[in-house]
T-cell receptor
Framework: DGGITQSPKYLFRKEGQNVTLSCEQN?????MYWYRQDPGQGLRLIYY???????QKGDIAEGYSVSREKKESFPLTVTSAQKHPTAFYLC??????????????FGPGTRLTVL | GQQLNQSPQSMFIQEGEDVSMNCTSS?????WLWYKQEPGEGPVLLIA?????ELTSNGRLTAQFGITRKDSFLNISASIPSDVGIYFC?????????????FGKGTKLSVKP
């Protein structure tokens, strides 16, 4: 089955600790994205990558880092500088060209709780 | 960053009723997408619209790309309990970076059996 997987489903972080969230896709999509979702809010873009070994900051990149060493994988690290409390993190992917190039498909999400 | 104006914020309806929600902006959009999200899950794509005036259906769902390119609406006919969830619109603004979708804050739908 083609799709996007995220792990773990639930993650707990102590203040001052770095944690890494995994995102993998087998849809052969070129672009991958990370969003944060806070209660009652729309999705806000953290980072995105349109090609391997390249990525750009989104609207709320401070306190996060990413890498894109493989087309299929786009891990997100929440660093100790990120002070935001519990949030839901969503990974998405899309093609980068063609009529459907703007259509993003989402993974199941990771709930991160700060202890 | 800019967000779309999505309304209503929430709806409480009786099973069998029709539902209508919309998204508007002061900017022109090239693409409109509608997603449904259930608690603790990622958004699932319902309908994608790529052309002004386009009207697309997916079962009981119908969505339209506004002719002015500044709005879109989603209708659900004959609602059922499993329609419960949060519905998000998302758009790619004309001249926006590839993949830089802008999201509405969602419409929370509750259906009474």
């Amino acid at each position: 089955d083609g799709g996007i997987t995220q792990s773990p489903k639930y993650l707990f972080r102590k203040e001052g600790q770095n944690v890494t969230l995994s995102c993998e896709q087998n849809l052969n999509h070129d672009a991958m994205y990370w969003y944060r979702q806070d209660p009652g809010q729309g999705l806000r873009l953290i980072y995105y990558s349109q090609i391997v070994n390249d990525f750009q900051k989104g609207d709320i990149a401070e306190g996060y880092s990413v890498s894109r060493e493989k087309k299929e994988s786009f891990p997100l690290t929440v660093t100790s500088a990120q002070k935001h409390p519990t949030a839901f993190y969503l990974c998405a992917s899309s093609f980068t060209s063609g009529s459907a190039g703007d259509t993003q498909y989402f993974g199941p999400g990771t709930r991160l709780t700060v202890l | 960053g800019q967000q779309l104006n999505q309304s209503p914020q929430s709806m409480f309806i009786q099973e069998g009723e029709d539902v209508s929600m919309n998204c508007t902006s002061s900017s022109i959009f090239n693409t409109w997408l509608w997603y449904k999200q259930e608690p603790g899950e990622g958004p699932v794509l319902l309908i994608a619209l790529y052309k002004a005036g386009e009207l697309t259906s997916n079962g009981r769902l119908t969505a339209q790309f506004g002719i002015t390119r500044k709005d879109s609406f989603l209708n659900i006919s004959a609602s059922i309990p499993s329609d419960v969830g949060i519905y998000f619109c998302a758009g790619l603004r004309y001249g926006g970076s590839q993949g830089n979708l802008i999201f509405g804050k969602g419409t929370k739908l509750s259906v009474k059996p």
